[in-house]
């Protein structure tokens, strides 16, 4: 357990460098984007005089470096600043609010894609060069290269026009909340779980052929125990491994991807939220979304990595034997 | 085996969500309330406002005066009544027993706030350039307001309906709470916002006319995608969706119950920059309107016929106003095109690039329809195509020639000396022609309405003759619930939902 926790402490460490220089790399990255917040909010008839006024009043001429400190000390403290957009509207009073949206459909779509398309991956391992693995690939495949947008218009097209179960957009009708219309979760999380089932079924399928086809797993049904038992008891832990990484890995990009389905279905989370931010060019609140993006990834891989070594005595004994 | 009891419980929780979700049902009422799909807001306070939400703040904010959507005609609102002997002097009669939403009564102080805050340098006020004419604002009692400009101004009171001139409370802190709390004298007042996402708005209780509004309630969600928008109206869970391309149009005209009308129209002007080749050459300029085709451009960009919804010309004047002239359309003359071409020096052709806002209704299709038209006169047009926010910080006004879409005014007088005269700031095609400055400093002084309308009409010709504009007028649709009764929406772009019922 000590060793464990050796890990964790090394691991937050490292967490904390990459989200210092990430929190850089953002807001440079920021800085260079086309379009300026003042342009934007004078429009058309923005003479450059009352552009550098405007500047000038919202604290934008001030040094790159003096900004980047102003906004790290924030960020710190827990403050993420007023949307320079929007005066006098926190940023906390908009986010927080978008992030719990999203992380119930982040939620809702992981307990839908991790179980089926572990369930199924087994399923074609187990059943090698079968017709149920010849469909299941074939259609592990098939969404894997669907990108969300055409696989949430497809879904669109059959459940919400044609068989009219699902509501078209996932818009919270007004002075209500989530979690009295959880069915506008089904459709965004559906067009995630098609993504992410090709990949992970995948490799749920070749490491249970892989585990199926060692020396163990052999001599276990040589021996006249049951294949259910073997494939229970013996195959399936050792099998389950490398999915665990590849799930854990693609936390990340799952929230990522959200921005995509949020945007194509109007669901008032994260990812449409960014979308908007990134439109009207308001820099604090462009930066706390990418940089929350950056810690729930981060956080996500780290996990991963102590779950992984939870599971695996070969990798959580290597750091004893240095 | 608890690991069995728990993927089953997982399982059964999965299913049960669209059961538990279904269990809410709307509840019915006899309340009339209207769902509105609008635009992402940028900024929504009076002055820096960006120009959407229009439904949102027209409900909450009013004017002195504002146009009558059938008439065209000036309605008073909260000014009762205004005059002017020499277009120098503005007298206001104000509305007594107006209250704003916070409970403090409207007086002319308010007004007086309101017009001095155009001049705040730290604000950005999108109307400062327009008020600069003002002089002094002086406040003899409570309900009258005197602005004295510098110059006459005889058709000063369009100004004061322009979306951004509403009248703000002198006693509110509109920095703070101009984009979280917004407040003003509107039938509408805010229940519930949530910034980004949606409004919810009451009828105003203390409301001057006690006959309005009619409806109790008004809902707008902000969605981001258009197609999103309509996906909305198509189900039936939102009455209203504006700013539909004619695309959408076609597709949502065969659905029952559903209507798109088109409340008003806007502008596109393609500038030729005349400081920049070839354009500088009125022959070039003459040959790229012989090239065109009006009839074929307005089928191709917005799928209506010339006069039925679309309109060109090529002056600043829109068809549908009184000072428009109608000069002849010139017809397509390739020919003649390619000789004046030729003798400007271009026998073989010339190229040049036209930039545009892509993300625009009405952007890509005017572009490619004004290559593919000029290009059998030897007219090789380089389309450059950007989004909107990128195209007016990055391009606008320092490239050869653009399409940029500008909204109408009532008093076109308005534009004129921002966009066409020598010097102006927004002026696009830097045309900068002697009798025409003349023209737009009488215009804009001329008290006597004959007289000025000679001078509008003046200047129309020199347009004709060696302007560089076409202006390409185009529909502003609006998809529509056929239960919404007493949609108005007139050029300034304001919609009244106060006159707006449910069946």
């Known amino acids: 357990m000590n060793r464990t926790l050796t890990i964790i402490v090394k691991r937050l460490g490292s967490l904390l460098v990459t989200l210092a220089v990430m929190s850089f790399i953002i807001f440079m990255l920021v800085e260079i984007m086309p379009g300026d917040v003042a342009q934007m909010i004078l429009g058309q008839s923005a003479t450059p ?15 790159v470096l003096q900004r980047y400190f102003r906004w790290v000390g924030g960020v710190v403290t827990g403050d993420l600043g007023d949307s320079i957009y929007m005066q006098g509207v926190s940023i906390n009073s908009i986010l927080w609010r978008r992030v719990g949206h999203s992380m119930v459909l982040a939620l809702t779509a992981f307990l839908i894609f991790v179980p089926t398309s572990m369930f199924f991956g087994v399923l074609a391992g187990v059943k090698e060069n079968k017709t149920t693995d010849s469909i299941v690939s074939f259609f592990g495949l098939a969404t894997m290269a669907l990108p969300e947008f055409v696989s949430g218009v497809f879904l669109i097209t059959i459940f919400g026009v044609q068989l009219k179960w699902l509501p078209i957009v996932s818009v919270i009708p007004i002075g209500e909340s989530l979690l009295s219309n959880l069915e506008i979760l089904i459709m965004p999380a ?9 990949y992970i079924s995948r490799m749920q399928r070749s490491s249970m052929i892989q585990v199926m086809h060692s020396d163990y797993v052999r001599a276990a049904v040589l021996k006249g125990m049951p294949r259910k038992y073997v494939i229970y008891r013996h195959a399936l832990k050792n099998a389950l491994l490398p999915t665990i990484t590849i799930i854990g890995m693609n936390m990340g990009w799952l929230f990522g991807g959200l921005v995509v389905v949020e945007t194509l279905f109007g669901f008032p989370g994260m990812g449409s939220l960014l979308m908007t931010a990134i439109k009207t060019r308001d820099v604090p609140l462009i930066e706390a979304c990418v940089l929350l993006i950056t810690v729930i990834f981060s956080l996500s891989t780290m996990f991963t990595d102590i779950l992984y070594s939870y599971l695996n005595p070969r990798v959580r004994l290597q750091g004893g034997q240095k | 085996m608890k690991r ?43 002055g820096v406002w960006d120009g959407q939400v229009f439904s949102m703040n027209s409900s909450m904010y009013e004017y002195l005066a504002e146009i009558n959507a059938d008439t065209g005609e000036l309605d008073p609102v909260l000014a009762t009544e205004w005059s002017t002997t020499d277009g120098r002097k503005w007298t206001f009669k104000l509305r007594q027993g107006v209250t704003f939403h916070d409970g403090s009564a409207f007086t002319s102080e308010d007004v007086k706030f309101t017009l001095e805050r155009t001049q705040d340098p730290g604000l950005g006020h999108l109307k400062k350039q327009d008020f600069e004419v003002m002089q002094s604002i002086e406040t003899p009692d409570d309900h ?15 100004q ?102 088109s409340p008003y129209q806007e502008q596109r002007f393609v500038a030729m920059n005349v400081d920049m080749e070839p354009w500088d050459d009125n022959r070039v300029r003459l040959a790229f309107k012989y090239a065109m085709d009006p009839q074929i451009l307005a089928k191709s960009v917005t799928q209506m016929d010339l006069g039925k919804g679309a309109e060109y010309n090529e002056t600043p004047i829109m068809n549908m106003l009184a000072e428009y002239k109608a000069l002849p359309l010139r017809g397509r003359d390739l020919e003649k095109s390619r000789a004046l071409l030729a003798e400007a020096g271009y026998p073989d052709g010339v190229e040049v690039e036209l930039y545009y806002a892509s993300d625009h209704p009405f952007g890509k299709e005017l572009a490619q329809t004004l290559k593919e038209l000029s290009a059998p006169a030897g007219f090789d047009l380089e389309l450059k195509g950007f989004t909107r926010d990128v195209y007016l910080s990055q391009y606008w006004l320092n490239v050869p020639t653009s399409v940029t879409g500008w909204g109408g005014r009532i008093d076109p007088s308005m534009l004129l000396s921002l966009a066409f005269k020598g010097g102006g700031a927004w002026n696009e095609s830097h045309f900068d022609n002697e009798r025409v400055n003349t023209l737009i400093d009488k215009i804009t002084g001329e008290i006597d309405e004959a007289k000025r309308l000679g001078y509008y009409h003046e200047l129309q010709e020199i347009f004709y003759e060696e302007g560089a504009l076409l202006n390409v007028q185009v529909p502003y649709l609006v998809g529509i619930n056929d239960r919404v009764i007493g949609y108005k929406q007139p050029l300034t772009m304001l919609p009244q939902y106060k006159y707006t019922d449910i069946k």
């Open chain 1, 49 to 63: 005089e009352a552009v550098s006024a405007l500047r000038e009043a919202r604290g934008l001429n001030d040094p």
């Open chain 2, 4 to 46: 069995k009891t728990l993927c089953v419980l997982l399982l059964v929780a999965l299913f049960a969500l669209p059961v538990f979700a279904g269990g809410s049902k709307e509840t019915k009422s006899t309340e009339k309330v209207i769902r509105i799909a609008e635009q992402v807001p940028g900024l929504i306070t009076p």
């Open chain 1, 190 to 198: 559906l067009s995630v779980t098609f993504v992410m089932f090709g």
């Open chain 2, 144 to 158: 009258t307001v005197i602005i004295n400009l510098k110059d006459p101004r005889p058709t000063f009171i369009y």
């Open chain 2, 160 to 261: 004061l309906t322009d979306y951004n001139m509403a009248i703000l409370s002198s006693e509110y802190d509109y920095a703070k709470l101009g984009e979280s709390k917004p407040m003003g004298t509107g039938p509408f007042k805010m229940s519930q916002y949530i910034p980004k996402e949606s409004i919810a708005m009451v009828r105003n209780p203390s409301y001057w006319d006690p006959a309005l509004p009619k409806l109790d309630k008004i809902l707008i969600y902000f969605i981001g995608d258009i197609d999103a928008s309509v996906s909305m109206l198509e189900a039936d869970r939102v009455d209203v969706v504006n700013f539909l391309t004619p695309v959408i149009k076609s597709r949502l005209e065969n659905i029952e119950g559903i209507s798109v009308i």
